[in-house]
Nanobody, 120 residues
Framework: QVQLVESGGGLVQVGGSLRLSCAASGSIFRLYAMGWYRQAPGKQRELVAS???????NYGDSVKGRFTISSDNAKTTVYLQMNSLKSEDTAVYYC??????????????WGQGTQVTVSS
């Protein structure tokens, strides 16, 4: 199986910055993409940002120009740099990975989530 370990959440003031990290490990043959979704209370889970193994990134409309996703050279860790944070960015942020396992089964994996709270 695959483990996703998230870190970097916390409390920050409006206009501040945070950096999230997510490291993938386990029975990975290929990581097609990794990224972040978020879910605020009473709202549906939404895409924040994703990056493919070809380093093609995609962002949700609400974070474009403020958030940047990147990955390390091994492409097993993704980072989400969040700048100019707004109160509406408050949510639980979930890391995900689109993985081809060594068993040749392809499926999504999810982290446990990390809380980001932006206070005014």
């Amino acid at each position: 199986q695959v483990q996703l370990v998230e870190s970097g959440g916390g409390l920050v003031q409006v206009g501040g910055s945070l950096r999230l990290s997510c490291a993938a490990s386990g029975s990975i043959f290929r990581l097609y993409a990794m990224g972040w979704y978020r879910q605020a209370p009473g709202k549906q889970r939404e895409l924040v940002a994703s990056i493919t193994d070809a380093h093609i990134s995609n962002y949700g409309d609400s974070v474009k120009g403020r958030f940047t996703i990147s990955s390390d050279n091994a492409k097993t860790t993704v980072y989400l740099q969040m700048n100019s944070l707004k109160s509406e960015d408050t949510a639980v942020y979930y890391c995900y990975a689109d993985v081809l396992l060594r068993s040749m089964v392809r499926r999504d994996h999810w982290g446990q989530g990390t809380q980001v709270t932006v206070s005014s």
